[in-house]
Structures are given as structure tokens and as C-alpha cells.
């Protein structure tokens, strides 16, 4: 069992956690990556270092951790009247977003730190979470609408691959078009 899955959620758990991520974060801001160390974050954090280890057990981890917490989207998805529109919106911000120098890092940090796949399926979650609310506005506004599994294996599985192994020529064409091919299968 992964140790992160142990953390109480509330009280000081939960300040603790907040204030190693919050140290994290500025830290690679300010030193870099090559920089980063478990007792620096400690220090900055106000914890010991065992504190760090216990909860995250190295730096990896830890590092795995923030990134899933940085990839969980801030916003439900923008509402532009119809489901065309909104899922291209969404594909071309995901897109914008995980094809970044800070969003591969994050994406590569988020599967390293965690060799059980917990962390990618979070972040499996989190893009499915945002895909069901756009299916949701679609649906009440009466407009055919595709499964949930259909927009991940469709747009974002060939969106994620193009961006972690074929990212030369990747642009928000690619996204439109996967949206497009999806909603109307006639229009390859």
C-alpha cells in the first residue's frame, strides 16, 4: 500500500501536506529541479525530513504527488452552448496544457513516482471528471452525446500518447480534428 494512501485527510495531515507541496512548488521555481533535495523542502516546509520520508517515502514520490495535485483541473469546463464547441474548448485547453514544458514534467513525475498506476489513474479521473460534465450540459441541452469511455479513447488516449512519444507537429488542429472524426464519424 502506498504510504501517501495512509494520510489522514483533515487537521494536521492536511496542513502538513499543503505545506510540503507549497515548498515543492516554489522551490523548483526558485532552485530547479537538480536542486531540489528532501531536506530542503523539509526545511522550507517546517518539517523534518522524516516527516517527508514517512509520509512519501523519497523524493520521487513526493514529487509524484504534487504533480497529480497540479494536473487536477482548477475550473469545470467552459460552457460554449453545445457539445462541438465545448468538447473542442476542453481538447484544445487539455491539450495546451499537458503538451507544456511544465505539463510533461508534471505528467512524467506523476507516473514515475508511482510504480502501482494509482497516480495515472487519478489523472485518469480527473480528465474523465471534467469529459462527464461536458456530456452532462450536452445531454440536458438534448444533443446526442457519445460515452464518457469514447472522448478518453478517442481524444484523450491519442492526445496523451501524441504528447509523451510524437509531440513534432502536435497543435490544436490534431485536437479539433479528433472532435470532429468522434461527433461525426463521416467527417475523416
Not at 469545470?76 to 514544458?101: H, I, K, R, V
Not at 479513447?153 to 513534432?168: E, G, H, K, S, W
Amino acid at each position: 500500500m502506498s504510504r501517501k494512501q495512509m494520510v489522514r485527510p483533515g487537521g494536521r495531515s492536511a496542513r502538513v501536506q499543503a505545506s510540503v507541496h507549497t515548498a515543492v512548488r516554489e522551490l523548483l521555481s526558485e532552485a530547479g529541479r537538480d536542486a531540489l533535495t528532501v531536506p530542503l523542502v523539509a526545511q522550507r516546509a517546517g518539517v523534518t525530513p522524516s516527516t517527508i520520508y514517512r509520509r512519501w517515502g523519497d523524493l520521487q514520490e513526493l514529487l509524484s504527488d504534487v504533480a497529480v495535485e497540479r494536473l487536477r483541473p482548477d475550473t469545470a469546463p467552459e460552457d460554449c452552448g453545445d457539445l462541438l464547441s465545448d468538447l473542442t474548448a476542453w481538447a484544445e485547453q487539455f491539450l495546451d496544457e499537458m503538451a507544456s514544458s511544465s505539463g510533461r514534467a508534471y505528467i512524467r513525475d506523476a507516473l514515475l513516482g508511482d510504480p502501482d498506476g494509482g497516480n495515472a489513474g487519478q489523472c485518469s479521473a480527473y480528465a474523465a471528471e471534467q469529459v462527464d460534465a461536458i456530456l452532462a450540459r450536452a445531454i440536458a441541452r438534448e444533443e446526442k452525446t457519445p460515452a464518457v469511455e469514447a472522448v478518453m479513447d478517442r481524444i484523450v488516449a491519442p492526445l496523451m500518447y501524441r504528447i509523451l512519444f510524437r509531440p513534432a507537429g502536435l497543435d490544436t488542429a490534431y485536437a479539433r480534428r479528433l472532435v470532429a472524426e468522434l461527433l461525426d464519424p463521416g467527417s475523416a
